[in-house]
């Protein structure tokens, strides 16, 4: 898990370990590790590219691109972090 605040909680530890799983931490920051890092690196990048001046301009682009990340491309993103 990444170290989200919440994520710590006793709760979650006792849940986790309820289910018979280990509980294991990625380090401090693990952009390399983490699928959701490599799909935000792509939609930021072509967010600089677009340079949306506006709220409105903005999320609708947002939309368009999360649009473009396709199933395999998340496959890719999870087998690439382990």
């Not at 979650?12 to 920051?29: D, K, M, N, T």
């Not at 949306?52 to 947002?62: F, L, P």
Request: hydrophobic share 40%; proline share 6%; with cysteine.
């Amino acid at each position: 898990m990444n170290n989200l605040g919440s994520h710590k909680a006793a709760a979650v530890r006792q849940l986790i370990q309820a289910a018979g799983a280990r509980l294991l931490f990625l380090p401090p920051y693990s952009p390399d590790l983490s699928p959701s890092e490599q799909a935000f690196s792509k939609i930021k990048h072509w967010m600089r590219l677009a340079q949306k001046r506006t709220i409105k301009d903005t999320c609708q682009h947002v939309g368009t691109l999360v649009q473009t990340i396709q199933p395999e491309e998340c496959a890719n993103y999870l087998r690439n972090a382990g």
